[in-house]
C-alpha cells in the first residue's frame, strides 16, 4: 500500500504540541549521507530550516537543531583528481560543493568558493575551494581539520564530514566479469557494475560521522549516483553497522532518472535491493519516490542520453519492508532535479515518528 502522509508535509500537529501541551517541541538531528551534486542539492534546501543562534534561518522556520552531511571522497577526476595526485590528499570537490550549499547563497564568499579559473596554464579548471582547502590541508597536515576550518570560514549552517580521511580506492567488478579501478574510468565504461569495493577494503571513518548518525533523529541516504555517491560511502567500516542500529528515521531519496553504467534500466526497488547486497542487511524504513511524469520534450532530452526515470514500483519497495511515500519530487527547469517539496517530505518524517527502538 502506498503511503503519502508526508508527500507535502511541514511539521505535523503532534510535533508542534505533546498531549495539548505548548511546551516547544525538541527540534530533530539530521545526517545527510552521499556525494556529487545530489548531496549538495539537498543540503540547500535543509539548511533554510537550521536553527541558528540569533538569526532565523534564511526567512524559513527552524525545524532542525543540528545537520550533518557525510560525503564521498572517492573522486579522482576533474580538480580534485588533479589536486589528490599533486598532493596526495583526498578529494576536496563534492565537500566544497557542500560547504557552498550549507552557506548563505547570496555571499561573496560561497561565490568565490566555487570560481573555476577559466586560464592560467596549471591554474585552469582549478576551482578556488579546492585549492583553498589544499592550502589549509598542507598548513594543518590533516584534512578533515581542513574542511571543518573552511566550513567556519564560509559560516555554514552544519558540519560537513569526509566519510573516511582514509586515501581509498574504488574497484568495481563488471557485468562481464572486468575489474575497472578507479571512479573517473568506472564511469567511463560501458559496462554495468556488478559490485563496487573500496581498496583499502577497511578505510574506518571519523569517530564524529558515527557518533552524528548514532544520536540523529533522521537520516538520508541519495540521492546521488547509486554507486559512486552511494554505495561508496556504505562500504567504509562501520558505517553500515552504525546505519543498522540507528535509532533515528533512515530514508532512501531515489534518483529520478537512470544514470549509464550505474542504474541503467533499475527500477526504485532495485536501487535498494543493490545497496542491501553491499550493506549485507536493510537499512531503510522509508523511501521516497517521485511518481510524477515529466514533459515529452525532458524525457527526448534524457533518452537521447541513454536515461530514463526512475520506475516506482511501490508494492516490491514495501514487500522489502520499506514505507514509501510517492509524489511530484521533481523540478524540469532545464536540467531534472528534486523539487524543493522533498525537504517537507523529509522534515515531516522527522518530526513525525517516533524513534527506531533498540
Not at 566519510?163 to 563488471?174: F, G, H, I, P, Q
Amino acid at each position: 500500500m502506498t503511503s503519502q502522509p508526508y508527500a507535502q508535509a511541514g511539521v505535523s500537529s503532534s510535533a508542534q504540541a505533546e498531549s495539548g501541551s505548548l511546551a516547544e517541541p525538541k527540534l530533530p538531528r539530521v545526517v545527510a549521507i552521499g556525494g556529487g551534486s545530489g548531496l549538495s542539492t539537498l543540503l540547500r534546501g535543509l539548511r533554510k530550516h537550521v536553527a541558528a543562534p540569533g538569526a532565523p534561518a534564511a526567512g524559513a522556520p527552524a525545524l532542525i537543531s543540528d545537520l550533518a552531511a557525510v560525503v564521498s571522497v572517492t573522486d579522482d577526476g576533474g580538480s580534485s583528481g588533479r589536486l589528490r595526485q599533486d598532493f596526495n590528499m583526498l578529494p576536496p570537490g563534492d565537500l566544497r560543493n557542500c560547504m557552498v550549499a550549507l552557506s548563505e547563497e547570496e555571499d561573496l564568499l560561497a561565490q568565490l568558493f566555487s570560481h573555476r579559473f577559466r586560464s592560467g596554464g596549471s591554474l585552469q579548471n582549478h576551482s578556488f575551494g579546492n585549492l583553498f582547502v589544499a592550502a589549509l590541508t598542507e598548513i594543518t597536515g590533516d584534512f578533515a581539520l581542513a574542511i571543518e576550518l573552511a566550513s567556519k570560514v564560509l559560516a555554514t549552517r552544519g558540519r560537513i564530514y569526509p566519510v573516511t580521511t582514509a586515501n581509498a580506492t574504488l574497484v568495481a567488478r563488471m557485468d562481464d566479469g572486468e575489474w575497472v579501478r578507479g571512479e573517473t574510468n568506472i564511469n567511463a565504461s560501458q559496462k554495468h557494475i556488478a559490485e563496487l569495493m573500496l581498496d583499502p577494503p577497511d578505510p574506518v571513518p571519523l569517530p564524529e560521522t558515527v557518533e552524528a548518525i548514532e544520536r540523529a533523529d533522521l537520516i538520508t541516504i541519495g540521492p546521488g549516483s547509486l554507486y559512486t555517491s552511494l554505495i561508496t560511502n556504505l562500504l567504509v567500516r562501520d558505517l553500515s553497522a552504525a546505519l543498522v542500529r540507528a535509532r533515528g528515521v533512515r530514508v532512501f531519496v531515489c534518483n529520478l532518472m537512470t544514470e549509464a553504467n550505474e542504474s541503467l534500466g533499475l527500477t526504485a526497488s532495485e536501487h535498494i535491493l543493490r545497496i542491501y547486497e553491499h550493506t549485507r542487511a536493510p537499512i531503510f524504513d522509508y523511501a521516497l519516490v517521485n511518481t510524477a511524469p515529466f514533459s515529452a520534450e525532458t524525457l527526448a532530452r534524457y533518452a537521447a542520453e541513454g536515461a530514463a526515470p526512475i520506475v516506482a514500483d511501490v508494492e516490491r519497495i514495501e514487500a522489502l519492508g520499506v514505507r514509501c511515500i510517492t509524489g511530484n519530487f521533481a523540478s524540469e527547469d532545464g536540467v531534472v532535479r528534486h523539487a524543493g517539496c522533498i525537504t517537507g517530505a523529509l522534515l515531516g518524517l522527522a518530526h513525525s515518528v517516533p524513534a527506531r527502538k533498540d
